[in-house]
Every structure is written in structure tokens, then in C-alpha cells.
């Protein structure tokens, strides 16, 4: 056998993980994270919980152990692993979830971290310019689909300061270019001012 | 426009794709005597009323539910939304009845 060794590459096309700071907001590539997708059954009942987490409802995230859930459909959840990107995490959620469908979703996302290092404001201004929501309903523990620049995107507000985007993989450069020129511009904005 | 989507609150029409009309959830049945007529009718006979009107929305840029939203054509006031599936479900089950 040849000895082949293949090393992955990031959504972004590094070897490394991408970060870059605009002002008060730091983005940052998250190739760490795992994702999986769970469904219920059309024949079996709602499931309750997933890792000890209650599944959340409609536009609702929950959060706990390196594990985040968030609904995306009814009956629908995407489930986060933190730094389990490299293992095989949908066999892991099948085992906490049997009766459930699972789907491997990491191949196909790319999430990106959205983090102000001074408070909410900086980060709701941001939001603001990308997505087309109401402020109220992106408060922490919020997590929606919807679109930022013609991309459907999950947000995932974990915190005043952070927010976390899963878009298409395949779109990940377009996904930064928006965020990163946004970024840059707010933090602009913020200079001008001050 | 704004849609009151029931599960998710006021979102952008944006994020929605307009699929016609909901009558298109009543699809006849291909067993029942006349099935032919019924689905000509079915496939090209649409109201086109200038004011309420019952339309299916699919929530194509979120969480993927399609939506019975009646709309005045012409002022865009948005009475009522649904989810399509509670929408067919109590038709059916007034149908059984």
C-alpha cells in the first residue's frame, strides 16, 4: 500500500483557520465545529431531548457541553458539536437519537463566528446591515434562517457579543467577502465618528 | 411586505416563494368517477378575484413550511396565515366527518 496522507483543507481553502478584526467585531472561520442534522419520524413521537439538551422550539437555540441545538423546521433540528469537526459526530448524534433520522451536514456548511470584544452594540449594528430582522428577535438564545445577501443562512446568537453563521460551504468565500466588507465598513463608520 | 409567518413571527417576503393558489391543496381524487374533468378544472381554473384571495407561501429562505396566507390583492393587507399542513389536515378531518 502507498502511503497516502491527505490533510483537510478549510472551508476557506486554508490550511488554517481564517480570522480577521474590523474595529470592535472579530470574525472567524469555526472549522472545529460539527454539524449534523436530526428529523423525527413521521411514525414515531417528538423526541424530548438530545446529549441531555432539550430540543428547542421554533426559532429558539439551546446550549450546553459543546453542544448547541438549534429548530430549523418543524420537527427539524441542527445539531453543533464544538470541536468534533474531524470525527465522525453524525454516528455520535444517531446513538443519543435512535429513533430519529440523522444526516451528516459538516461536508456542506461552513460556520463562521461573529465576536465583539465591546459589548452587544457593535454586533446588533452589524447584524442590522446584513439581515433583514427584527433586532428583538435575534436576543440571545434566538437562532433563525433566512437570507444575508441572497445566501440562506442559519444565525445562531449565543450571546450579547457573539453570533454564530452556518451558510453553504460552497458559497463560504462569498459568505466572508459580505461579512468581512460589512465589518469593515461599520468599523469605519465607528472611526468617522469617533 | 411583511409575512406573520405562525411559527417564526413577521418575516420578509423575501425569504418566501409564492406557489398560487390554495385551492391547489384540494387535489381530486384519480379514483373517483369524473377524475378527468376534475383534474382539467383542477390544473387550469383559477379565480382571479381583485380583493381577498387565499394563496400558498413556501418559506423557501427559512424553515421550509409552506403557508395559506389570505391576502387582499388589492391592498396587500395580509387577514390570516397558516400552516398548510394544519390547513389540509382540518379539511380532511372535516371531510371525514
Redesign the interface.
Known amino acids: 500500500m502507498p502511503d497516502i496522507s491527505l490533510k483537510s483543507m478549510t472551508a476557506l481553502g486554508s490550511d488554517d483557520a481564517l480570522s480577521e478584526t474590523f474595529g470592535a467585531i472579530t470574525i472567524s472561520e469555526r472549522p472545529e465545529v460539527a454539524i449534523a442534522s436530526l428529523a423525527a419520524r413521521s411514525d414515531a413521537p417528538d423526541p424530548i431531548s438530545v446529549f441531555g439538551l432539550s430540543l428547542p422550539g421554533p426559532g429558539e437555540m439551546v446550549s450546553g457541553d459543546g453542544i448547541t441545538i438549534v429548530w430549523s423546521a418543524p420537527r427539524q433540528w441542527m445539531i453543533l458539536g464544538e470541536g468534533r469537526g474531524e470525527q465522525d459526530f453524525a454516528s455520535d448524534v444517531k446513538a443519543a437519537a435512535q429513533d430519529c433520522s440523522i444526516t451528516e451536514q459538516t461536508d456542506g456548511f461552513v460556520c463562521i463566528d461573529l465576536v465583539s470584544n465591546s459589548g452587544a452594540q457593535p454586533l446588533q449594528d452589524l447584524l442590522m446591515r446584513l439581515v433583514n430582522l427584527d433586532p428583538a428577535r435575534l436576543a440571545p438564545g434566538c437562532a433563525t434562517r433566512t437570507l444575508l445577501e441572497h445566501m440562506s443562512v442559519f444565525l445562531i446568537r449565543y450571546s450579547e457579543r457573539r453570533v454564530a453563521i452556518l451558510s453553504m460551504r460552497s458559497s463560504a468565500q462569498s459568505l466572508w467577502h459580505a461579512l468581512s466588507t460589512a465589518a469593515g465598513f461599520a468599523a469605519h463608520r465607528a472611526e468617522v465618528r469617533a | 411586505m411583511l409575512i406573520p409567518h405562525p ?6 417576503a ?2 418566501f416563494t409564492y406557489m398560487g393558489d390554495a385551492s391547489l391543496i384540494a387535489r381530486p381524487s384519480a379514483s373517483d368517477p369524473g377524475a378527468e374533468q376534475a383534474f382539467s378544472d383542477y390544473v387550469y381554473l383559477r379565480d382571479n378575484p381583485a380583493g381577498v384571495h387565499r394563496e400558498l407561501w413556501f418559506h423557501e ?5 409552506w403557508i395559506v396566507v389570505t391576502r387582499n390583492t388589492l391592498t396587500h393587507e395580509i387577514l390570516d396565515a397558516q ?1 398548510a ?1 394544519d390547513v389540509a389536515l382540518a379539511s380532511a378531518a372535516e371531510a371525514g366527518e
Open positions: 411559527l417564526l413571527g413577521p418575516r420578509d423575501e425569504e429562505a427559512g424553515d421550509r413550511s400552516l399542513r
